[in-house]
């Protein structure tokens, strides 16, 4: 998405986003997309949120459209740069600056000011142990998928979950909050688009995602998390 919106500047963008494309990696074997990249619930979700980014002139699902650039060429590409955002820098030959935020959204008219979680089965660091948030409960609120709150609340015992209705809400949600806190993920990416304050749990494998400008920490060890999260608590 940064690297659109800085293409956007003197081209008219239109995103084609292809549906059901087959994996076998079985790194992937938690995606929530059941053996595909991204599906249709995937993509009804997403659209709401990228039809309200001005930069997009359209958004749909790929059906043979005429396209000028490949975005998928990035899963071909040797040596791969560690931040996921540069890999289309590489493939589109722009460059933008990554601490300003590439997503528009609003603030939720009823969820504010919580910290907000999401942690996905996937991109998981096993050094690390969530349930110090046990003293949190009322200032958390989950907001990713139900096995991955239920995964969740095995640690934080009383910890409350919100089901967002797509990517929009849940880009209001995390716009509202007091700070994010996840592992790599879609609702990480969002988090890091509109620049919120926010805490990434890291992983030695697929180190793909680096927080980038504004009040942004990341963490391996569990002594880092724990002070990360005070600072952003009483921030």
Same mark, same amino acid.
């Given at each position: 998405?940064?690297?659109?919106?800085?293409?956007?500047?003197?081209?008219?963008?239109?995103?084609?986003?292809?549906?059901?494309?087959?994996? $076998?990696?079985?790194?992937?074997?938690?995606?929530?997309?059941?053996?595909?990249?991204?599906?249709?619930?995937?993509?009804?979700?997403?659209?709401?949120?990228?039809?309200?980014?001005?930069?997009?002139?359209?958004?749909?699902?790929?059906?043979?459209?005429?396209?000028?650039?490949?975005?998928?060429?990035?899963?071909?590409?040797?040596?791969?740069?560690?931040?996921?955002?540069?890999?289309?820098?590489?493939?589109?030959?722009?460059?933008?600056?990554?601490?300003?935020?590439?997503?528009?959204?609003?603030?939720?008219?009823?969820?504010?000011?919580?910290?907000?979680?999401?942690?996905?089965?996937?991109?998981?660091?096993?050094?690390?142990?969530?349930? +110090?948030?046990?003293?949190?409960?009322?200032?958390?609120?989950?907001?990713?998928?139900?096995? =991955?709150?239920?995964?969740?609340?095995?640690?934080?015992?009383?910890?409350?979950?919100?089901? !967002?209705?797509?990517?929009? =809400?849940?880009?209001?949600?995390?716009?509202?909050?007091?700070?994010?806190?996840?592992?790599?993920?879609?609702?990480?990416?969002?988090?890091?688009?509109?620049?919120? !304050?926010?805490?990434?749990?890291?992983?030695?494998?697929? #180190?793909?995602?680096?927080?980038?400008?504004?009040?942004? #920490?990341?963490?391996?060890?569990? $002594?880092?998390?724990?002070? +990360?999260?005070?600072?952003?608590?009483?921030?």
């Amino acid at each position: 998405m940064p690297a659109i919106k800085k293409l956007s500047e003197n081209h008219t963008c239109n995103l084609f986003i292809g549906i059901n494309k087959i994996f $076998t990696n079985e790194k992937y074997k938690n995606h929530t997309s059941a053996g595909v990249f991204i599906n249709d619930r995937i993509f009804n979700y997403a659209f709401p949120l990228l039809e309200k980014q001005k930069y997009l002139n359209k958004t749909q699902k790929y059906i043979n459209q005429k396209i000028d650039i490949n975005l998928d060429l990035f899963r071909d590409m040797p040596g791969k740069p560690s931040n996921s955002s540069k890999w289309y820098f590489h493939i589109t030959g722009v460059h933008t600056d990554l601490y300003k935020p590439f997503l528009d959204t609003q603030e939720h008219d009823k969820i504010k000011n919580k910290i907000v979680i999401v942690r996905s089965l996937r991109n998981r660091n096993p050094f690390i142990d969530y349930s +110090f948030l046990n003293d949190f409960c009322e200032q958390l609120i989950f907001i990713g998928l139900k096995d =991955e709150y239920l995964d969740l609340k095995k640690v934080i015992t009383k910890l409350k979950h919100y089901d !967002p209705f797509d990517f929009f =809400e849940m880009s209001q949600i995390i716009k509202s909050s007091k700070f994010f806190l996840g592992n790599q993920s879609s609702s990480f990416a969002i988090a890091e688009g509109l620049k919120v !304050p926010r805490l990434l749990e890291s992983t030695y494998d697929d #180190y793909n995602v680096q927080p980038t400008g504004g009040d942004c #920490y990341e963490f391996f060890y569990q $002594t880092h998390f724990e002070k +990360f999260f005070y600072t952003l608590l009483n921030r």
